[in-house]
């Protein structure tokens, strides 16, 4: 998701919540285009599609979230706005991190109005979730020494698809991993136990992919892996 720079979103943050309303239905109701958005809203000055695009974006939504939401009503959005905490929104903007990751866990299908207060609530959970796992494991992932913040992960212990939405956003079932650890323990290559040392599958050549097996992971500084989602990754890898 494309992010906005503090001009755009304090443009968004001066709209009404009326007229912000307005632009997230014509977009992900109707289909409409952002320029001609502008041309129907007489709060919005005609900008190329800009204006309208800003407050699209501010809430998480893109084009393919066009014309996605078949049920939504001008209702629906209203709420859904007003229990969103913008000045959350507005750190997501501003902090200095890609937002793939979480873009890519926050799917949803029903496509109703409900769908679209999820949608924004889960990516500021997330967003939330990353941020506590940075300060927690000191901006380094658990396992090496990389520290590039475009190279970290939040990642989840039980999966993002099966757990609750309590779970995802959980500090308990998350590390912060580096893009290569992350993967190797989504695919179930690596695990941990109980206490934290690390499991390796027989299954993979961690030899010939250089990749070193002599690893220890760093203690958070609060909230330690849950004994329970790992038991639960355990199990679905074959560890036990």
């Known amino acids: 998701m494309a992010k906005l720079d503090q001009r755009r979103i304090n443009f968004v943050k001066s709209l009404p919540i009326s007229v912000r309303t307005q632009v997230l239905y014509l977009f992900l109701k109707e289909g409409i285009s952002n320029r001609k958005i502008e041309q129907l809203i007489d709060a919005l000055n005609e900008e190329d599609g800009w204006q309208a695009w800003s407050v699209i974006h501010f809430y998480g939504f893109d084009g393919n979230n066009k014309a996605k939401y078949p049920k939504l009503t001008l209702r629906n959005i209203e709420e859904s706005l007003m229990n969103v905490n913008v000045e959350d929104l507005e750190e997501f903007h501003l902090a200095n991190y890609d937002d793939g990751e979480i873009s890519r866990k926050i799917t949803f299908t029903e496509n109703d109005g409900k769908d679209v207060l999820r949608t924004i609530k889960a990516r500021q959970g997330q967003y939330k979730l990353r941020k506590a796992l940075l300060q927690n494991y000191r901006s380094k992932c658990a396992l090496c020494s990389i520290n590039d913040p475009k190279l970290l992960i939040t990642s989840h212990i039980k999966t993002w698809s099966t757990s609750t939405a309590d ?74």
């Open 167 to 240: 779970e995802r956003i959980d500090t308990t079932n998350a590390i912060l991993f580096c893009k290569l650890h992350d993967g190797l323990f989504e695919n179930g290559s690596i695990s941990l136990t109980d206490d934290y040392k690390v499991l390796y599958s027989a299954n993979y050549d961690f030899e010939g992919q250089a990749i070193s097996t002599n690893l220890s992971l760093t203690i958070p500084k609060e909230d330690y892996p849950s004994n329970v989602f790992l038991r639960e990754h355990r199990l679905k890898h074959g560890y036990e």
